[in-house]
Protein backbone atom coordinates (compact mmCIF):
# COMPACT_ATOMS: atom_id res chain seq x y z
CA UNK A 1 0.00 0.00 0.00
CA UNK A 2 1.09 3.79 0.78
CA UNK A 3 2.46 6.05 2.58
CA UNK A 4 0.52 6.43 5.63
CA UNK A 5 -2.40 5.58 4.59
CA UNK A 6 -12.68 4.18 -2.93
CA UNK A 7 -15.53 5.11 -2.37
CA UNK A 8 -18.72 3.86 -1.16
CA UNK A 9 -20.75 5.05 -3.82
CA UNK A 10 -24.01 5.11 -1.98
CA UNK A 11 -22.20 7.92 0.48
CA UNK A 12 -19.62 10.12 -1.67
CA UNK A 13 -19.39 11.55 -4.80
CA UNK A 14 -16.67 13.12 -7.01
CA UNK A 15 -17.59 16.45 -8.84
CA UNK A 16 -15.95 15.63 -12.31
CA UNK A 17 -15.22 11.69 -12.61
CA UNK A 18 -14.20 11.85 -16.46
CA UNK A 19 -14.57 8.75 -18.46
CA UNK A 20 -10.68 7.64 -18.93
CA UNK A 21 -9.53 6.64 -22.69
CA UNK A 22 -5.63 4.76 -22.66
CA UNK A 23 -4.81 6.50 -25.84
CA UNK A 24 -3.54 9.43 -26.45
CA UNK A 25 -5.82 10.20 -29.42
CA UNK A 26 -8.46 11.68 -26.63
CA UNK A 27 -10.26 14.53 -28.07
CA UNK A 28 -9.19 17.53 -26.95
CA UNK A 29 -12.66 18.77 -27.29
CA UNK A 30 -13.36 16.38 -24.24
CA UNK A 31 -12.38 19.46 -22.52
CA UNK A 32 -15.62 20.65 -22.63
CA UNK A 33 -16.64 18.57 -19.19
CA UNK A 34 -14.37 21.17 -17.44
CA UNK A 35 -14.35 24.66 -19.37
CA UNK A 36 -17.62 24.55 -21.59
CA UNK A 37 -16.18 23.44 -25.54
CA UNK A 38 -13.36 24.02 -27.84
CA UNK A 39 -13.25 27.87 -29.54
CA UNK A 40 -10.97 30.50 -29.13
CA UNK A 41 -9.08 32.03 -26.63
CA UNK A 42 -11.92 34.68 -25.44
CA UNK A 43 -14.73 31.69 -25.81
CA UNK A 44 -12.67 30.06 -23.33
CA UNK A 45 -11.92 32.99 -21.15
CA UNK A 46 -15.84 33.35 -21.02
CA UNK A 47 -16.78 29.96 -20.74
CA UNK A 48 -14.46 29.46 -17.82
CA UNK A 49 -14.86 32.83 -15.85
CA UNK A 50 -19.05 31.06 -16.30
CA UNK A 51 -18.00 28.37 -14.28
CA UNK A 52 -16.32 29.95 -11.83
CA UNK A 53 -12.74 29.16 -13.22
CA UNK A 54 -12.08 32.44 -11.82
CA UNK A 55 -11.68 31.60 -8.68
CA UNK A 56 -9.36 28.92 -9.11
CA UNK A 57 -11.53 25.87 -9.60
CA UNK A 58 -10.05 22.84 -11.35
CA UNK A 59 -10.52 22.11 -14.41
CA UNK A 60 -9.08 18.44 -14.92
CA UNK A 61 -6.75 17.53 -17.62
CA UNK A 62 -8.10 17.52 -20.80
CA UNK A 63 -8.02 21.60 -20.84
CA UNK A 64 -4.83 21.05 -20.18
CA UNK A 65 -3.94 19.33 -23.55
CA UNK A 66 -5.76 22.33 -25.47
CA UNK A 67 -1.83 24.14 -24.99
CA UNK A 68 0.26 21.17 -23.32
CA UNK A 69 -0.28 18.20 -25.75
CA UNK A 70 3.07 17.10 -25.38
CA UNK A 71 2.91 16.88 -21.49
CA UNK A 72 -0.42 15.31 -21.65
CA UNK A 73 0.23 12.38 -24.06
CA UNK A 74 3.60 11.78 -21.89
CA UNK A 75 1.12 11.68 -19.01
CA UNK A 76 -1.25 9.47 -20.70
CA UNK A 77 1.59 6.65 -20.80
CA UNK A 78 2.66 7.37 -17.20
CA UNK A 79 2.27 6.11 -13.49
CA UNK A 80 0.39 8.76 -12.71
CA UNK A 81 -2.26 8.13 -15.04
CA UNK A 82 -3.18 4.99 -13.97
CA UNK A 83 -2.75 5.25 -10.40
CA UNK A 84 -6.31 4.99 -9.83
CA UNK A 85 -8.95 3.70 -12.29
CA UNK A 86 -12.40 2.58 -12.63
CA UNK A 87 -12.33 -1.29 -13.11
CA UNK A 88 -13.01 -2.23 -16.53
CA UNK A 89 -12.22 -4.47 -19.22
CA UNK A 90 -9.42 -2.48 -20.14
CA UNK A 91 -8.22 -1.67 -16.84
CA UNK A 92 -8.58 -5.09 -15.24
CA UNK A 93 -5.12 -6.69 -15.61
CA UNK A 94 -5.76 -9.87 -13.63
CA UNK A 95 -6.75 -13.20 -14.19
CA UNK A 96 -10.52 -12.73 -13.25
CA UNK A 97 -11.55 -16.23 -15.07
CA UNK A 98 -12.50 -18.37 -11.77
CA UNK A 99 -8.85 -18.37 -11.18
CA UNK A 100 -8.19 -18.88 -7.00
CA UNK A 101 -4.82 -18.49 -5.37
CA UNK A 102 -4.48 -19.99 -1.88
CA UNK A 103 -1.90 -18.26 0.66
CA UNK A 104 -1.44 -18.47 4.37
CA UNK A 105 -4.43 -20.60 5.17
CA UNK A 106 -7.15 -18.67 2.62
CA UNK A 107 -8.18 -19.62 -0.61
CA UNK A 108 -9.39 -16.64 -3.19
CA UNK A 109 -10.97 -16.68 -5.98
CA UNK A 110 -11.44 -13.94 -8.92
CA UNK A 111 -14.15 -14.36 -11.13
CA UNK A 112 -16.97 -12.23 -13.59
CA UNK A 113 -20.48 -11.21 -13.08
CA UNK A 114 -21.22 -9.93 -16.71
CA UNK A 115 -19.11 -6.47 -16.96
CA UNK A 116 -18.31 -6.60 -13.19
CA UNK A 117 -14.91 -7.95 -11.28
CA UNK A 118 -15.06 -9.57 -8.09
CA UNK A 119 -12.82 -11.28 -5.56
CA UNK A 120 -13.76 -14.25 -3.06
CA UNK A 121 -12.19 -14.25 0.23
CA UNK A 122 -11.80 -13.64 4.03
CA UNK A 123 -13.85 -10.95 5.19
CA UNK A 124 -13.45 -8.66 8.58
CA UNK A 125 -15.73 -11.74 10.04
CA UNK A 126 -13.52 -14.62 9.18
CA UNK A 127 -16.05 -15.93 6.88
CA UNK A 128 -15.55 -16.34 2.99
CA UNK A 129 -17.67 -13.41 1.14
CA UNK A 130 -17.96 -11.57 -2.76
CA UNK A 131 -16.15 -8.46 -3.11
CA UNK A 132 -16.99 -6.42 -6.12
CA UNK A 133 -14.00 -4.77 -7.43
CA UNK A 134 -14.22 -0.74 -8.23
CA UNK A 135 -11.64 0.56 -8.89
CA UNK A 136 -7.92 -0.69 -10.30
CA UNK A 137 -4.89 0.68 -8.19
CA UNK A 138 -1.24 0.82 -10.34
CA UNK A 139 -0.55 -1.61 -13.11
CA UNK A 140 3.40 -2.55 -13.15
CA UNK A 141 4.81 -4.53 -11.52
CA UNK A 142 1.56 -4.90 -9.77
CA UNK A 143 -1.95 -4.27 -9.89
CA UNK A 144 -4.17 -3.90 -6.41
CA UNK A 145 -7.94 -4.02 -6.43
CA UNK A 146 -10.14 -1.62 -4.26
CA UNK A 147 -13.67 -3.21 -3.04
CA UNK A 148 -16.15 -0.97 -0.92
CA UNK A 149 -16.69 -1.41 2.65
CA UNK A 150 -19.15 -0.33 4.83
CA UNK A 151 -19.04 3.72 6.21
CA UNK A 152 -17.92 4.78 3.00
CA UNK A 153 -14.88 2.77 3.34
CA UNK A 154 -12.69 1.52 0.41
CA UNK A 155 -10.41 -1.50 1.14
CA UNK A 156 -7.58 -3.30 -0.49
CA UNK A 157 -7.18 -6.27 -0.52
CA UNK A 158 -3.59 -8.57 0.25
CA UNK A 159 -3.87 -10.17 -3.05
CA UNK A 160 -1.96 -8.38 -5.68
CA UNK A 161 -1.67 -9.16 -9.50
CA UNK A 162 2.10 -9.47 -10.96
CA UNK A 163 1.93 -8.07 -13.90
CA UNK A 164 5.39 -9.53 -14.98
CA UNK A 165 5.05 -13.33 -14.13
CA UNK A 166 1.20 -12.68 -14.86
CA UNK A 167 -0.04 -14.38 -11.52
CA UNK A 168 -1.73 -13.79 -8.33
CA UNK A 169 0.46 -13.84 -5.74
CA UNK A 170 0.06 -12.72 -1.46
CA UNK A 171 2.37 -9.63 -0.77
CA UNK A 172 3.18 -11.03 2.39
CA UNK A 173 3.13 -14.65 1.98
CA UNK A 174 3.37 -16.41 5.34
CA UNK A 175 2.31 -13.08 7.22
CA UNK A 176 -1.12 -14.55 8.51
CA UNK A 177 -2.98 -11.65 9.93
CA UNK A 178 -6.20 -12.53 11.90
CA UNK A 179 -9.45 -11.02 10.98
CA UNK A 180 -10.38 -8.13 13.12
CA UNK A 181 -6.11 -7.18 13.46
CA UNK A 182 -5.63 -3.76 12.18
CA UNK A 183 -3.06 -4.98 9.91
CA UNK A 184 -6.33 -7.33 8.29
CA UNK A 185 -6.62 -6.02 4.87
CA UNK A 186 -10.11 -5.04 6.01
CA UNK A 187 -9.30 -2.86 8.62
CA UNK A 188 -7.83 0.65 9.25
CA UNK A 189 -4.23 -0.34 8.26
CA UNK A 190 -5.64 -1.00 4.19
CA UNK A 191 -7.90 1.79 4.41
CA UNK A 192 -8.15 3.83 1.07
CA UNK A 193 -9.46 6.90 2.67
CA UNK A 194 -6.90 7.57 5.35
CA UNK A 195 -4.25 5.20 3.49
CA UNK A 196 -3.79 5.73 -0.14
CA UNK A 197 -6.35 8.11 -1.81
CA UNK A 198 -4.47 11.65 -1.17
CA UNK A 199 -1.79 9.60 -3.53
CA UNK A 200 -4.11 8.23 -5.93
CA UNK A 201 -6.23 11.08 -6.45
CA UNK A 202 -6.79 15.08 -7.56
CA UNK A 203 -7.72 16.84 -4.68
CA UNK A 204 -9.35 14.92 -2.39
CA UNK A 205 -11.42 15.48 0.50
CA UNK A 206 -11.55 12.77 3.32
CA UNK A 207 -14.36 13.90 4.87
CA UNK A 208 -14.57 12.06 7.85
CA UNK A 209 -17.73 12.18 10.05
CA UNK A 210 -16.80 11.36 13.73
CA UNK A 211 -20.16 10.90 14.90
CA UNK A 212 -21.37 8.13 12.75
CA UNK A 213 -17.99 6.83 12.26
CA UNK A 214 -18.46 7.31 8.01
CA UNK A 215 -16.16 8.48 5.37
CA UNK A 216 -17.82 11.34 2.68
CA UNK A 217 -14.34 11.26 0.25
CA UNK A 218 -14.81 13.53 -2.54
CA UNK A 219 -12.21 13.98 -4.86
CA UNK A 220 -12.08 16.64 -8.47
CA UNK A 221 -10.25 13.77 -10.23
CA UNK A 222 -10.17 9.74 -10.14
CA UNK A 223 -6.65 9.68 -10.57
CA UNK A 224 -3.44 11.92 -10.20
CA UNK A 225 -3.38 14.50 -12.83
CA UNK A 226 -1.31 17.93 -13.85
CA UNK A 227 -3.54 19.36 -10.72
CA UNK A 228 -2.35 17.39 -8.49
CA UNK A 229 1.03 18.91 -9.16
CA UNK A 230 0.75 22.09 -10.53
CA UNK A 231 -2.56 23.10 -8.53
CA UNK A 232 -6.14 24.12 -9.63
CA UNK A 233 -5.69 25.75 -13.48
CA UNK A 234 -8.67 27.54 -13.70
CA UNK A 235 -7.14 31.13 -12.80
CA UNK A 236 -4.50 29.82 -14.98
CA UNK A 237 -6.48 29.27 -17.94
CA UNK A 238 -8.18 32.21 -17.67
CA UNK A 239 -4.93 34.54 -17.71
CA UNK A 240 -3.45 32.30 -20.30
CA UNK A 241 -6.29 33.32 -22.60
CA UNK A 242 -6.49 36.81 -21.73
CA UNK A 243 -4.82 39.91 -22.84
CA UNK A 244 -2.73 40.86 -19.87
CA UNK A 245 -0.73 37.34 -21.14
CA UNK A 246 -1.43 38.60 -24.66
CA UNK A 247 0.29 42.08 -24.37
CA UNK A 248 3.08 40.74 -22.42
CA UNK A 249 2.19 41.50 -19.02
CA UNK A 250 3.62 38.41 -17.43
CA UNK A 251 3.19 37.22 -14.08
CA UNK A 252 5.65 35.09 -12.35
CA UNK A 253 3.89 31.35 -12.46
CA UNK A 254 1.08 32.36 -14.55
CA UNK A 255 -0.92 31.27 -11.15
CA UNK A 256 0.38 27.79 -11.32
CA UNK A 257 1.18 26.51 -7.76
CA UNK A 258 4.40 24.47 -9.89
CA UNK A 259 5.34 26.28 -12.46
CA UNK A 260 9.21 26.14 -14.33
CA UNK A 261 11.95 27.74 -12.78
CA UNK A 262 12.09 26.77 -8.81
CA UNK A 263 14.79 25.51 -7.12
CA UNK A 264 15.21 21.87 -6.10
CA UNK A 265 13.67 22.33 -2.50
CA UNK A 266 10.17 23.97 -3.58
CA UNK A 267 9.83 21.13 -6.54
CA UNK A 268 10.26 18.55 -3.67
CA UNK A 269 8.14 20.44 -1.47
CA UNK A 270 6.02 18.94 -4.31
CA UNK A 271 6.95 15.51 -5.01
CA UNK A 272 7.30 14.67 -1.01
CA UNK A 273 3.27 14.21 -1.07
CA UNK A 274 3.10 11.40 -2.33
CA UNK A 275 7.03 10.33 -2.83
CA UNK A 276 7.87 10.37 1.19
CA UNK A 277 7.01 8.45 4.31
CA UNK A 278 5.40 10.85 6.52
CA UNK A 279 1.62 11.94 8.05
CA UNK A 280 -0.11 14.82 6.30
CA UNK A 281 -1.61 17.74 8.49
CA UNK A 282 -4.68 18.25 6.65
CA UNK A 283 -6.56 18.09 3.00
CA UNK A 284 -4.91 21.16 1.76
CA UNK A 285 -1.81 20.03 0.53
CA UNK A 286 -0.31 23.46 -1.34
CA UNK A 287 -0.42 25.75 1.98
CA UNK A 288 3.12 26.91 0.92
CA UNK A 289 5.79 26.01 -0.67
CA UNK A 290 7.59 24.75 3.01
CA UNK A 291 7.31 20.81 3.05
CA UNK A 292 6.06 21.33 6.85
CA UNK A 293 3.63 23.45 6.26
CA UNK A 294 1.65 20.65 4.71
CA UNK A 295 3.52 17.08 5.65
CA UNK A 296 5.97 15.85 8.48
CA UNK A 297 8.55 13.73 6.51
CA UNK A 298 9.60 10.01 8.96
CA UNK A 299 13.07 10.64 9.97
CA UNK A 300 15.79 8.44 8.74
CA UNK A 301 15.52 6.38 12.42
CA UNK A 302 15.62 2.46 13.06
CA UNK A 303 12.14 1.75 12.38
CA UNK A 304 12.28 2.53 8.72
CA UNK A 305 15.69 3.02 7.89
CA UNK A 306 18.67 1.23 8.74
CA UNK A 307 20.94 3.05 11.12
CA UNK A 308 22.98 4.85 8.58
CA UNK A 309 20.06 6.11 7.08
CA UNK A 310 19.82 3.58 4.00
CA UNK A 311 16.24 2.44 3.38
CA UNK A 312 14.76 -0.08 5.24
CA UNK A 313 11.00 0.23 5.11
CA UNK A 314 9.00 1.65 2.16
CA UNK A 315 9.79 5.69 2.70
CA UNK A 316 9.19 6.48 -0.49
CA UNK A 317 12.58 8.18 -1.68
CA UNK A 318 12.40 11.73 -0.45
CA UNK A 319 13.53 10.59 3.51
CA UNK A 320 16.76 9.26 1.42
CA UNK A 321 17.87 11.81 -1.35
CA UNK A 322 17.33 14.37 1.42
CA UNK A 323 20.07 12.63 2.67
CA UNK A 324 21.94 12.91 -0.30
CA UNK A 325 25.47 15.72 -1.58
CA UNK A 326 22.98 15.93 -4.71
CA UNK A 327 19.84 17.24 -2.70
CA UNK A 328 22.04 19.15 -0.69
CA UNK A 329 23.64 20.87 -3.99
CA UNK A 330 20.74 21.91 -5.39
CA UNK A 331 19.98 18.54 -7.98
CA UNK A 332 16.40 18.21 -8.74
CA UNK A 333 13.73 15.32 -9.24
CA UNK A 334 13.27 16.60 -12.78
CA UNK A 335 16.92 16.47 -13.67
CA UNK A 336 16.59 13.02 -13.59
CA UNK A 337 12.78 12.38 -14.39
CA UNK A 338 10.64 13.30 -17.11
CA UNK A 339 7.97 15.35 -14.97
CA UNK A 340 5.15 14.35 -16.73
CA UNK A 341 5.99 10.56 -17.71
CA UNK A 342 7.87 9.73 -14.61
CA UNK A 343 10.66 7.83 -17.12
CA UNK A 344 14.27 8.58 -16.73
CA UNK A 345 15.46 11.08 -19.08
CA UNK A 346 18.80 8.99 -20.46
CA UNK A 347 19.45 5.42 -20.28
CA UNK A 348 22.03 3.71 -17.97
CA UNK A 349 25.10 5.78 -16.98
CA UNK A 350 24.30 8.57 -19.34
CA UNK A 351 21.94 10.17 -16.72
CA UNK A 352 24.79 10.36 -14.65
CA UNK A 353 27.14 11.70 -17.13
CA UNK A 354 25.05 14.62 -17.28
CA UNK A 355 26.91 16.34 -13.98
CA UNK A 356 29.99 13.59 -13.61
CA UNK A 357 32.82 12.96 -16.29
CA UNK A 358 33.69 9.24 -17.98
CA UNK A 359 36.38 8.88 -15.57
CA UNK A 360 33.68 7.07 -13.04
CA UNK A 361 32.87 4.53 -15.58
CA UNK A 362 36.52 3.47 -15.62
CA UNK A 363 38.20 0.33 -14.40
CA UNK A 364 40.37 2.25 -12.73
CA UNK A 365 37.36 3.96 -11.02
CA UNK A 366 34.59 0.70 -10.84
CA UNK A 367 37.42 -2.27 -10.57
CA UNK A 368 34.66 -4.67 -12.98
CA UNK A 369 35.27 -3.20 -16.20
CA UNK A 370 32.35 -2.59 -17.41
CA UNK A 371 29.97 -5.09 -15.59
CA UNK A 372 28.39 -3.05 -13.10
CA UNK A 373 26.00 0.64 -13.79
CA UNK A 374 26.55 3.41 -11.59
CA UNK A 375 23.61 2.45 -9.81
CA UNK A 376 24.65 -1.07 -9.19
CA UNK A 377 26.96 0.19 -6.33
CA UNK A 378 25.38 4.19 -5.49
CA UNK A 379 21.89 3.07 -5.62
CA UNK A 380 21.02 -0.32 -4.49
CA UNK A 381 17.30 -1.20 -4.44
CA UNK A 382 15.16 -2.82 -2.25
CA UNK A 383 11.92 -5.03 -2.78
CA UNK A 384 9.12 -4.11 -1.29
CA UNK A 385 5.13 -4.72 -1.69
CA UNK A 386 6.13 -8.58 -2.93
CA UNK A 387 7.90 -7.83 -6.38
CA UNK A 388 8.23 -3.81 -6.67
CA UNK A 389 12.36 -3.50 -6.87
CA UNK A 390 12.91 0.31 -5.59
CA UNK A 391 16.42 2.54 -5.78
CA UNK A 392 17.97 4.13 -2.71
CA UNK A 393 18.41 7.53 -3.65
CA UNK A 394 21.15 8.93 -0.73
CA UNK A 395 23.58 8.08 -3.49
CA UNK A 396 26.07 7.14 -0.99
CA UNK A 397 29.16 5.21 -1.48
CA UNK A 398 29.12 1.51 -0.63
CA UNK A 399 30.57 0.63 2.70
CA UNK A 400 31.23 -2.45 3.66
CA UNK A 401 33.69 -1.72 6.43
CA UNK A 402 30.16 -0.43 8.24
CA UNK A 403 28.70 -3.47 7.21
CA UNK A 404 31.35 -5.16 9.33
CA UNK A 405 31.02 -3.01 12.65
CA UNK A 406 27.63 -2.17 12.29
CA UNK A 407 25.48 -4.64 10.15
CA UNK A 408 24.53 -2.81 7.58
CA UNK A 409 23.73 -3.63 4.03
CA UNK A 410 26.23 -2.55 1.73
CA UNK A 411 25.91 -2.68 -2.54
CA UNK A 412 28.93 -5.40 -3.04
CA UNK A 413 27.68 -8.34 -1.10
CA UNK A 414 23.89 -7.20 -2.31
CA UNK A 415 25.45 -8.34 -5.45
CA UNK A 416 28.31 -10.71 -4.42
CA UNK A 417 25.96 -13.18 -2.22
CA UNK A 418 28.40 -15.19 -1.69
CA UNK A 419 30.91 -13.39 -0.34
CA UNK A 420 31.42 -11.20 3.43
CA UNK A 421 31.12 -8.24 3.90
CA UNK A 422 34.64 -8.60 5.46
CA UNK A 423 35.80 -9.30 1.97
CA UNK A 424 34.22 -6.49 0.20
CA UNK A 425 35.95 -4.47 2.73
CA UNK A 426 39.26 -5.79 2.33
CA UNK A 427 38.53 -5.28 -1.15
CA UNK A 428 37.43 -1.36 -1.17
CA UNK A 429 40.68 -1.41 0.90
CA UNK A 430 42.65 -2.50 -1.83
CA UNK A 431 41.30 -0.71 -4.75
CA UNK A 432 41.14 2.95 -2.51
CA UNK A 433 43.36 2.75 -0.08
CA UNK A 434 42.71 2.85 3.77
CA UNK A 435 40.63 5.80 4.57
CA UNK A 436 37.16 6.35 3.49
CA UNK A 437 36.00 9.86 2.19
CA UNK A 438 34.07 11.88 5.39
CA UNK A 439 30.50 10.65 5.50
CA UNK A 440 27.48 11.83 7.87
CA UNK A 441 26.89 7.70 8.16
CA UNK A 442 30.02 7.56 10.62
CA UNK A 443 28.76 9.96 13.09
CA UNK A 444 25.00 8.59 13.00
CA UNK A 445 25.87 5.15 13.33
CA UNK A 446 27.94 6.00 16.63
CA UNK A 447 25.28 7.89 17.50
CA UNK A 448 22.54 5.45 16.75
CA UNK A 449 23.92 2.95 19.30
CA UNK A 450 23.33 5.37 21.92
CA UNK A 451 26.31 4.51 24.16
CA UNK A 452 28.67 6.20 25.62
CA UNK A 453 30.40 7.65 22.75
CA UNK A 454 27.04 8.14 21.17
CA UNK A 455 26.20 11.75 22.71
CA UNK A 456 29.72 13.25 21.15
CA UNK A 457 29.02 11.99 17.74
CA UNK A 458 25.91 13.42 17.95
CA UNK A 459 26.83 16.73 18.76
CA UNK A 460 29.52 16.81 15.88
CA UNK A 461 27.10 15.58 13.64
CA UNK A 462 24.65 18.35 14.31
CA UNK A 463 27.20 21.19 14.80
CA UNK A 464 28.89 20.20 10.90
CA UNK A 465 27.09 22.43 8.49
CA UNK A 466 27.92 19.83 5.50
CA UNK A 467 25.23 17.55 7.39
CA UNK A 468 22.18 17.10 5.69
CA UNK A 469 19.17 18.95 7.29
CA UNK A 470 16.98 15.84 8.13
CA UNK A 471 19.98 13.95 9.51
CA UNK A 472 20.98 16.98 11.69
CA UNK A 473 17.04 16.35 12.94
CA UNK A 474 18.01 12.62 13.16
CA UNK A 475 20.90 13.71 15.11
CA UNK A 476 18.27 15.28 17.74
CA UNK A 477 16.06 12.63 17.53
CA UNK A 478 18.79 10.13 19.01
CA UNK A 479 20.12 13.23 21.86
CA UNK A 480 16.86 13.88 23.06
CA UNK A 481 16.78 10.23 24.65
CA UNK A 482 20.09 10.86 26.28
CA UNK A 483 19.75 13.12 28.80
CA UNK A 484 22.35 15.00 29.52
CA UNK A 485 23.23 19.17 30.01
CA UNK A 486 24.53 19.43 26.24
CA UNK A 487 21.73 17.36 24.83
CA UNK A 488 19.33 20.06 26.22
CA UNK A 489 21.54 22.93 25.21
CA UNK A 490 21.92 21.46 22.04
CA UNK A 491 17.92 20.81 21.69
CA UNK A 492 17.42 24.73 22.75
CA UNK A 493 19.65 25.77 20.09
CA UNK A 494 17.54 23.79 17.45
CA UNK A 495 14.33 26.02 18.31
CA UNK A 496 16.25 28.61 16.58
CA UNK A 497 17.90 26.56 13.31
CA UNK A 498 16.42 27.84 10.09
CA UNK A 499 15.47 23.96 8.97
CA UNK A 500 12.04 23.73 10.21
CA UNK A 501 12.41 20.09 10.14
CA UNK A 502 15.36 20.54 12.88
CA UNK A 503 13.04 22.92 14.88
CA UNK A 504 9.99 20.41 14.26
CA UNK A 505 12.46 17.92 16.19
CA UNK A 506 14.37 20.10 19.34
CA UNK A 507 10.64 20.94 20.47
CA UNK A 508 9.71 17.18 20.04
CA UNK A 509 13.18 15.92 21.93
CA UNK A 510 12.69 18.41 24.81
CA UNK A 511 9.68 16.47 25.99
CA UNK A 512 12.31 14.39 28.22
CA UNK A 513 13.70 17.34 29.91
CA UNK A 514 12.57 19.15 33.04
CA UNK A 515 9.78 21.63 31.38
CA UNK A 516 10.84 24.54 33.53
CA UNK A 517 13.88 24.71 31.54
CA UNK A 518 12.60 24.87 28.40
CA UNK A 519 8.46 25.98 28.55
CA UNK A 520 9.48 29.68 28.11
CA UNK A 521 11.49 29.12 24.91
CA UNK A 522 8.85 26.79 23.27
CA UNK A 523 6.26 29.33 23.33
CA UNK A 524 7.41 31.55 20.99
CA UNK A 525 6.97 28.73 18.34
CA UNK A 526 3.38 29.09 18.63
CA UNK A 527 3.97 31.39 16.51
CA UNK A 528 6.70 29.76 14.05
CA UNK A 529 5.83 30.62 10.40
CA UNK A 530 6.17 26.92 9.43
CA UNK A 531 2.45 24.69 10.40
CA UNK A 532 4.19 22.00 11.79
CA UNK A 533 5.85 23.65 14.20
CA UNK A 534 3.54 25.49 15.70
CA UNK A 535 1.50 22.01 16.00
CA UNK A 536 4.34 20.33 18.34
CA UNK A 537 4.78 23.34 19.88
CA UNK A 538 1.17 23.42 21.06
CA UNK A 539 1.59 19.80 21.48
CA UNK A 540 4.38 19.46 24.27
CA UNK A 541 2.95 22.52 25.53
CA UNK A 542 -0.84 21.59 26.42
CA UNK A 543 0.69 18.52 28.28
CA UNK A 544 1.96 20.56 30.82
CA UNK A 545 0.69 21.31 34.05
CA UNK A 546 -0.72 24.87 34.84
CA UNK A 547 2.05 25.64 37.15
CA UNK A 548 4.50 25.40 34.81
CA UNK A 549 2.15 27.01 31.58
CA UNK A 550 -0.61 28.59 31.77
CA UNK A 551 -2.29 28.70 28.51
CA UNK A 552 -5.07 31.31 29.29
CA UNK A 553 -1.40 33.71 29.42
CA UNK A 554 0.01 32.86 26.30
CA UNK A 555 -2.22 34.35 23.41
CA UNK A 556 -0.46 32.53 21.05
CA UNK A 557 -1.78 29.33 21.92
CA UNK A 558 -5.47 28.74 21.38
CA UNK A 559 -4.84 29.11 17.33
CA UNK A 560 -1.83 26.54 17.66
CA UNK A 561 -3.88 24.11 19.79
CA UNK A 562 -6.66 24.34 16.84
CA UNK A 563 -4.46 23.78 14.50
CA UNK A 564 -2.87 20.64 16.68
CA UNK A 565 -6.75 20.03 17.34
CA UNK A 566 -7.12 19.66 13.16
CA UNK A 567 -4.47 17.97 12.71
CA UNK A 568 -5.23 15.44 15.45
CA UNK A 569 -8.26 14.91 13.56
CA UNK A 570 -7.66 14.28 10.35
CA UNK A 571 -5.45 11.34 11.38
CA UNK A 572 -8.75 9.27 11.50
Known sequence: MVRQGPRYLGHMMHRS?????????????????????CGTGEEHAEAVADEGVSSNTYIGPEACASCHQKEYDDWLASDHFKAMMPATDSTVLGDFNDATLTADGITSTFFKREDRFFIRTEGSDG???????????????????????????MQVPRTSWDAKKKIWFHQYAGERIPHGDWLHWTGAAQNWNVMC???????LRRGFDEASDTYHTTYEHVTVTCESCHGPGGKHATFMAGPEYRNGERIEGSYLHLHKGLDNKVLASTCVRCHARRSEISDEPMASWNILDNYIPALPTPELYHADGQILDEVYVYGSFAQSTMYRRGVKCTDCHNAHSGKLLFAG?????QCHTEEYESDAHTFHGGAVSCVSCHMPTRTYMGNDERHDHSFRMPRPDQSVEFGTPNACTQCHTDRTDQWAAEAVQRWYGPKRPPHYSDKLLAGSRMDAGSLQALLELYGDTATPAIIRATALHYMSNLVEERSLNTLLIGLKDPDAQVRHQAVNGLVNFPPERWVSLVNPLLKDPVRAVRIEAASVLSAQP?????RGRVPAFPEAYDELMRYLHYQV
Open 197 to 203: ASCHSTD
Open 546 to 550: AQVFD
Open 349 to 353: NALCR
Open 127 to 153: SLQDFEVKYTFGFDPLQQYLVEAPGGR
Open 17 to 37: LTPWVAGAGFAVCMASAFVGG
